[in-house]
């Protein structure tokens, strides 16, 4: 089943879309949550999701996961190709909205160095206080530059990469998350982990749960193992 017939209509999904310089196609998945302030949305009604709402808020995306993440973390054998947007209207017969925004300048990482390997990348932790599965997000950044790595072990990252990686994290999260609320009337737009698997079995409706930090685990570079080449040979 399509996932995204699980989200309910405050719940929107955007995936920025990438590439590497080798071709390999690299994507990430951002979910957002709206919701009224204590007193309501005011002029706005609805906190639900729309067409022109997630055309907005995919544009957003797009500006800070470039100008937070992409510009000072990713190598520029990265660039950022486009953002695509879905939210549905009722759980679960749909029907789904989708659409995407280009890049307007195709930005590219912003680190003057070759990427390590293409299965490589570094997991952004996403927190949100609570234990278990569906309660923990990562992003996996590719496109790691070579000069992130220590000389003497390349899958160890450097001291002034920990940090990089940890103030993008903080940076993005700072941005996804918005507030509009003036005299608690406005609308809070929620960077969320969201679940739609419990125990092996699909969730009625996706679980959200608000992300309260993102950063790093710690100072190994990540691998991907379905990126290497040929892993799904058997012998």
């Not at 709402?53 to 190709?81: I, K, P």
């Not at 486009?82 to 759980?91: G, I, K, L, R, Y």
């Not at 923990?136 to 390349?154: C, E, H, I, S």
Request: glycine share 10%.
């Amino acid at each position: 089943m399509d996932t995204r017939l699980l989200m309910d209509r405050n719940l929107a999904k955007f995936t920025i879309n990438g590439i590497l310089n080798t071709g390999d196609i690299v994507n990430n998945t951002i979910y957002l949550e709206r919701s009224c302030c204590s007193a309501g949305c005011g002029d706005l009604s609805e906190p639900e999701w729309s067409d022109s709402r997630a055309e907005s808020s995919a544009l957003d995306v797009l500006s800070h996961w470039n100008g937070d993440v992409v510009a000072t973390v990713l190598s520029q054998d990265y660039s950022t190709v486009s953002c695509t947007w879905s939210w549905n209207e009722a759980v679960p017969g749909g029907p789904v909205h989708t659409g995407t925004v280009p890049d307007p300048s195709f930005h590219g990482g912003g680190v003057g160095s070759t990427a390590m390997a293409a299965g490589c990348a570094k997991a952004l932790r996403l927190q949100t206080g609570l234990a278990g599965r569906s309660f923990r997000g990562r992003l996996f950044l590719p496109a790691v530059p070579d000069v992130f790595g220590t000389t003497d072990k390349k899958d160890l990252l450097t001291g002034t990469a920990i940090t990089a990686y940890n103030t993008a994290g903080a940076a993005l999260f700072g941005h996804l998350n918005t507030n509009s609320c003036l005299l608690d009337v406005g609308v809070v737009v929620t960077w969320v982990v969201a679940s739609f698997v419990h125990s092996h079995a699909q969730r009625s409706s996706a679980l959200t749960t608000a992300i309260s930090a993102a950063n790093i685990s710690d100072s190994f570079v990540d691998y991907q193992r379905r990126r290497s080449l040929g892993h799904q040979r058997h012998g």
